[in-house]
């Protein structure tokens, strides 16, 4: 069950929590064309060992309402809001695939408040050189032009709203031709490939869907701030599938060269890993928040 929160402006922001309600606090950032519901790829495990997911749709997302946004630092704000609503002052941070540059901004500018970081097939920045190579080729062509033209990407996605909406199923299957092998045979999964279409129906049901996907490719070129100054004194723990054509390990491979501290994971899987390994993640997650490094 989702709640609405009011942030300083008046606007709108829905959250979802998953896991244990008194556990220890994450805030959880979706991916790209993705809401709350990514949270659940962890949320049994997280529940089990006594963690908190706080997963909230970015806007335009859901009924999160939209808003123009400079960079993914001015999401920040949202961040603090729920948490000084929800009483929490320090927590962990997972960003999964879109949604890794709205972790990392937070810790930039919260890095005091932050306990864990962790990215799971993060996306860009795509200045990085060679970041792209492995990407799927007409996924990587669109990235190119639409992170540059954002009105050529509002009409790229209200057109992939009209074909999801005349026939869901058939939608995602198509997308799902596109991935790794290892993502096609994930998606055979009948309950994995439900969870996603629910992810689908939370963007493209709302009338923002196109001018929230947009303005979220610009970002993904330039994060609006240098990943190379983000606290040395704070660990990333990535975590990459090694046959990601989405976001492809060459992506990881630049971060981890750039992040002044870091802990890169390289496994078998597509750029949907995460559910496979949800266990190791948030084991690794709960050991670092218990001190062992």
Not at 47 to 67: D, H, Q, W, Y
Not at 261 to 277: C, D, S, T, Y
Request: include cysteine.
């Amino acid at each position: 069950m989702s709640t609405m929160f009011t942030m300083r402006t008046g606007r709108l922001l829905e959250v979802c929590e998953y896991g244990d309600p008194g556990g220890r606090p994450i805030f959880f950032f979706h991916g790209l064309i993705g809401s709350h519901y990514q949270a659940s790829y962890v949320a049994d495990q997280a529940k089990a060992r006594g963690l908190r997911i706080i997963a909230p749709n970015r806007p335009g997302v859901g009924e999160s309402e939209f808003v123009e946004r400079a960079s993914v630092l001015d999401a920040v704000d949202d961040v603090e809001d729920v948490a000084e609503a929800l009483r929490i002052d320090d927590f962990s941070v997972i960003g999964i695939s879109g949604g890794a540059p709205y972790a990392l901004a937070v810790l930039h500018r919260l890095a005091g408040r932050i306990r864990t970081i962790t990215v799971l097939s993060g996306m860009g920045p795509a200045r990085l050189r060679g970041a792209l190579q492995g990407m799927e080729r007409r996924r990587r062509l669109f990235f190119e032009l639409g992170s540059r033209s954002p009105k050529l990407a509002r009409q790229a996605f209200e057109q992939a709203g009209v074909r999801y909406r005349a026939d869901p199923p058939r939608f995602l299957k198509s997308l799902v031709r596109t991935w790794s092998a290892a993502d096609r045979r994930l998606f055979e999964r009948e309950d994995v490939f439900n969870l996603f279409l629910k992810d689908l129906d939370q963007v493209f049901d709302s009338s923002a869907a196109a001018a929230g996907l947009a303005q979220e490719l610009k970002f993904y070129r330039k994060y609006g701030f240098a990943i190379e100054n983000l606290p040395a004194d704070k660990r990333v723990t990535l975590w990459q599938g090694l046959d990601d054509n989405i976001t492809p390990p060459t992506m990881a491979w630049r971060l981890a060269q750039v992040l002044p501290n870091r802990e890169a994971h390289l496994v078998p899987g597509g750029h949907f890993v995460a559910i496979e390994i949800a266990d190791q993640v948030i084991d690794r997650l709960v050991r670092q928040l218990d001190g062992h490094d």
